[in-house]
Each structure stands twice: as C-alpha cells, then as structure tokens.
C-alpha cells in the first residue's frame, strides 16, 4: 500500500499535551483500519489505540485511561492521535499501522503496513 509517515513527537513535561499525525498514501484512510501502538525501551510494543473505515474507535484503557483520543481526515488521508495529561509512562517510540479492513484490532500481526515511529518523551 506504501508508506506510512509518523510526525508530532518531541519532548514534554508532564500534564503537557500532543498530537501526532500519520500520513497515509492516498485513499488508505477511507479503505484501511489504523492503528497506533507504542514501544517503549526494553518492553514490547503494545496497542494504544485504532479506529475502523467507518469511525469506530477502540483503545487500549490500560494505556489510554481516557486520554487519548484517535481520529482521521479522510481527505488529507491522515489519522491522528491526540495525547493529553500525559505522564512519563508515556515515553516511547509510537507507530501507526495500517490494516485491511475489518473490526479494530489489538494485535499487531493483524496490520500490515508500519510507519518508522516516532519518539515521544515525557518528562517528570
């Protein structure tokens, strides 16, 4: 499908807020399930959240706790996550994934396509 491009990281102190983006070629938001998954030094990646060709959203609440939130511009054919109150937990290598259509899924072996990531790194 191509190449999907992470942006918005940087470094933060705690309670501050982001927004990363996740460039898709065109068409691949209106078709495919996105995701983002995290990955911090030393754990292994784990979801954070995705969202469905037709809206519908899922996260990981052990993760999120009601801060984040994922959504997507089917015309700029971007998805985003919207991070706020974050803490230093938060710290990692976040990812944008593409997947065929279907339900959100948690596993990463259900997505097909990855971008490189992005670092995000809270600090206390």
């Known amino acids: 499908q191509g190449q999907l491009v992470e942006s918005g990281g940087g470094l933060v102190q705690a309670g501050d807020s982001l927004r990363l983006s996740c460039s898709t070629p065109p068409r691949t938001v209106m078709w495919y399930t996105m995701a983002w998954f995290r990955q911090a030094p030393g754990k292994e990646r784990e979801f954070v959240a995705a969202i469905s060709r037709v809206g519908s959203a899922s996260y990981n609440d052990d993760v999120v706790k009601g801060r984040f939130t994922v959504s997507r511009d089917n015309r700029k054919s971007t998805v985003y996550l919207q991070m706020n109150s974050l803490r230093p937990e938060d710290t990692a290598v976040y990812y944008c994934?593409?997947?065929?259509?279907?339900?959100?899924?948690?596993?990463?072996?259900?997505?097909?396509?990855w971008g490189q990531g992005t670092q995000v790194t809270v600090s206390s």
């Open positions: 994934a593409a997947a065929q259509p279907g339900a959100p899924s948690a596993v990463s072996s259900s997505y097909d396509h």
